[in-house]
């Protein structure tokens, strides 16, 4: 079965500091990664998707992320925060082709940027 | 494009009574899905599909049923509301139910009292 771990859940930064929301998973089989954004009151929203092929992935809004696959990671990083950043994210994982697209998500982490 | 759209955006039912959950996509999206968010426990699929006709149990099915006689809809069924179905549903879709990523709706918030 597979699971993702979000370190941490709750990440404060202020303004222009470094964002690294951290994402751990395991999967039997070569995994779909995913990160997606969630500001209040509405749904989610893909940041970024990592399938095959080059393991650092640059998504939405100056995000990205690296497929490590020894540390079985998928860490999100943003150089510099801004204040419209503050929101949650999801990191999710799905057994590529043969899931049926079936994703499983990690806990959230609440992202608070402070000026 | 519309999207992903679910209908109610917030609903309060009262234990045992049942309603369904309406969720239409536009996007000729074979693949979709049913989710429920509950405070730091992230999604869990509830029930998905693979096309008009096909559906199948997620991980937290127990309570709920879902049909799809059409590529644009599906609707997910409350029958006998109990207060631990409080939480908020999500309805996605997906072209290709591998590595495009999902399509969200906006999403019902639910309380059963």
């Known amino acids: 079965a597979q699971s993702v771990t979000q370190l941490g859940s709750h990440v404060s930064v202020s303004e222009g500091a470094l964002v690294l929301l951290r994402c751990n998973y395991s999967?039997?089989?070569?995994?779909?990664l995913f990160w997606y954004v969630q500001y209040p009151n509405q749904g989610l929203q893909l940041l970024l998707k990592?399938?095959?092929?080059?393991?650092l992935v640059k998504g939405i809004n100056g995000f990205e992320a690296e497929f490590k696959k020894s540390e079985t990671s998928f860490h999100l990083t943003k150089p510099s925060a801004h204040m419209s950043d503050a929101a949650e994210y999801f990191c999710?994982?799905?057994?590529?082709?043969?899931?049926?697209?079936?994703?499983?998500f990690g806990q959230g982490t609440i992202l608070t940027v402070h000026p | 494009n519309a999207g992903v759209t679910q209908t109610p955006k917030f609903r309060i039912l009262k234990i045992g009574q049942s309603m369904t959950l309406q969720c239409a996509q536009d996007?000729?999206?074979?693949?979709m899905y049913w989710y429920r968010q509950d405070p730091g426990m992230g999604l869990k699929l509830i029930y998905y599909?693979?096309?008009?006709?096909?559906?199948d149990k997620g991980e937290v099915p127990n309570g709920y049923n879902v049909s799809r006689s059409t590529t644009e809809d599906f609707p997910l069924r409350l029958e006998l509301a109990a207060p631990s179905q409080t939480s908020v549903y999500f309805c996605?879709?997906?072209?290709?139910?591998?590595?495009?990523?999902?399509?969200f709706g906006s999403g019902t918030r639910l309380t059963v009292v």
């Open positions: 999710a994982v799905s057994d590529g082709g043969s899931s049926y697209g079936k994703l499983t």
């Open positions: 599909s693979v096309g008009a006709g096909i559906t």
């Open positions: 990592y399938t095959t092929g080059a393991t």
């Open positions: 999967s039997s089989v070569p995994p779909y």
């Open positions: 996605a879709s997906s072209y290709n139910g591998g590595g495009g990523g999902y399509t």
């Open positions: 996007m000729n999206h074979n693949y």
